[in-house]
């Protein structure tokens, strides 16, 4: 079992609607939670962290975790084209800095 | 955020020559700097952790004599990748963490090496 999972995609979405993307982690003792997004080409850029359960919201982005089930989601509302982008789930635990990868789902946006 | 940059941004080479990327820290100090390699449509891999004045930790299967990582100041880690051959030609990506490397911290990128070996 992969320690990070996300289904890889493509999740295609129309402009307007809400994304939801998820993430589930076998590591029980996992503490932070990170999405990051990464355009082709290009490096991941941070779009939200999480350490609580619950939800955090930051503009149009919403992060969900659920410690006891082992998940946590992204969801995207109003979703932009510009928003088209591979999604990447990370997970860190309690023992070192590194973090868990998931492989990414690849999200479009369509106009 | 925290600004990190890298150069050069795209590298050609011949296949046997060495070559070094530079992974700086602009507005805080990297007291653990990570290197990932990332190939097409694959998600990125962790290659190396280091922290400054420290040998880098490197993952399994990351042969450490071919890349050399090396920590010299608290906003400046490189990879040399030497001898080089195309199987190395691959997306390089280095990231840095501020402060004391707590459970909260924030990896932050920089933008990327592109590395094509002829």
């Known amino acids: 079992q992969k320690e990070v999972e996300q289904n890889s995609g493509p999740l295609s979405v129309p402009e307007g609607a809400i994304a939801s993307l998820n993430c589930t982690y076998s590591?029980?003792?996992?503490?932070?939670f990170f999405w990051y997004r990464q355009y082709s080409g290009k490096s991941p850029e941070l779009i939200m962290s999480i350490y609580s359960n619950g939800d955090k919201e930051d503009g149009r982005f919403t992060a969900q975790l659920n410690k006891a089930s082992q998940y946590v989601s992204l969801l995207i509302r109003d979703s932009q084209p510009s928003d088209s982008a591979t999604y990447l789930c990370?997970?860190?635990?309690?023992?070192?800095?590194?973090?868990?990868w998931g492989a990414g789902t690849k999200l479009i946006i369509k106009p | 955020g925290a600004v990190v940059s890298q150069h050069p941004s795209w590298v050609i080479c011949k296949s046997g020559t060495s070559v070094k990327i530079e992974c700086r820290s602009l507005?805080?100090?990297?007291?653990?700097m990570f290197w990932y390699r990332q190939f097409p449509k694959q998600s990125l891999m962790l290659m190396a952790t280091s922290n400054e004045g420290s040998k880098a930790t490197y993952e399994q299967g990351v042969e450490k004599d071919k890349f050399l990582i090396n920590h010299a100041s608290l906003t400046l880690s490189t990879l040399t990748v030497t001898s080089a051959h195309p199987e190395d030609s691959s997306f390089y990506i280095c990231?840095?963490?501020?402060?004391?490397?707590?459970?909260?911290?924030?990896?932050?990128f920089g933008p990327g090496t592109r590395l094509l070996v002829l």
């Open positions: 990231s840095g963490i501020q402060g004391s490397g707590g459970w909260q911290e924030t990896q932050y």
């Open positions: 990370a997970v860190r635990n309690r023992s070192n800095y590194q973090l868990i």
């Open positions: 507005d805080f100090q990297a007291t653990t």
């Open positions: 590591d029980r003792v996992s503490q932070s």
